[in-house]
T-cell receptor
Framework: AQSVSQHNHHVILSEAASLELGCNYS??????LFWYVQYPGQHLQLLLK??????LVKGIKGFEAEFIKSKFSFNLRKPSVHWSDAAEYFC????????????FGTGTRLQVFP | KAGVTQTPRYLIKTRGQQVTLSCSPI?????VSWYQQTPGQGLQFLFE???????NKGNFPGRFSGRQFSNSRSEMNVSTLELGDSALYLC?????????FGPGTRLTVL
């Protein structure tokens, strides 16, 4: 069955701390991988995506993610979080031939304290 | 370029009623996908339309249906509403291998 697992449902960090959010997926075939962010009261927006090539992808706002095929993982990282990074983060996977049907993880809520 | 718009933004219905939600994609986008977002289940794929044809479907009962018009605008309909249908319904349009999400319609079923 196709699924995405986000290990941490709720993460609390102090400003300037490093962030790593785990994401593992189960999906037959070649995949495209995404991280979306949902700030309070705002739309879901794309942070970064991986289709092929360099497994380390960089996104907006200093975020990056590494695709490790052997581990079926696509973890999100940021070296130093800011209070404005407080949001809900969703990992998603889609078939490489059709990214119009995405399977999402249940999300990780990030809180950042000064 | 205007983003994805969804109407209405909020809706309150009672059990047994039916509801229709509307989504206007970004200009030029021909694919529209619908998702249901709930606190317990997260985002779950409902269906996707491309050029007025349903191309993908998730695991939802037949009470959930949709359609797409020639101008790519899409509607989804839920008949015989149940309390568990209370959720945020998100629409996304696709371009350049990326989905762009609308603000959602918050449906509350009483």
């Amino acid at each position: 069955a196709q699924s995405v697992s986000q290990h941490n449902h709720h993460v609390i960090l102090s400003e300037a701390a490093s962030l790593e959010l785990g994401c593992n997926y189960s999906y037959g075939g070649t995949v495209n991988l995404f991280w979306y962010v949902q700030y309070p009261g705002q739309h879901l927006q794309l942070l970064l995506k991986y289709f092929s090539g360099d497994p380390l992808v960089k996104g907006i706002k200093g975020f990056e993610a590494e695709f490790i095929k052997s581990k079926f993982s696509f973890n999100l990282r940021k070296p130093s979080v800011h209070w404005s990074d407080a949001a809900e983060y969703f990992c998603a996977v889609g078939a490489s031939y059709n990214t119009d049907k995405l399977i999402f993880g249940t999300g990780t809520r990030l809180q950042v304290f000064p | 370029k205007a983003g994805v718009t969804q109407t209405p933004r909020y809706l309150i219905k009672t059990r047994g009623q039916q509801v229709t939600l509307s989504c206007s994609p970004i200009s030029g986008h021909r694919s529209v996908s619908w998702y249901q977002q709930t606190p317990g289940q997260g985002l779950q794929f409902l269906f996707e339309y491309f050029s007025e044809t349903q191309r993908n479907k998730g695991n939802f009962p037949g009470r959930f249906s949709g359609r797409q018009f020639s101008n790519s605008r899409s509607e989804m309909n839920v008949s015989t509403l149940e309390l568990g249908d209370s959720a945020l319904y998100l629409c996304a349009s696709s371009g350049r291998n990326e989905q762009f999400f609308g603000p959602g319609t918050r449906l509350t079923v009483l």
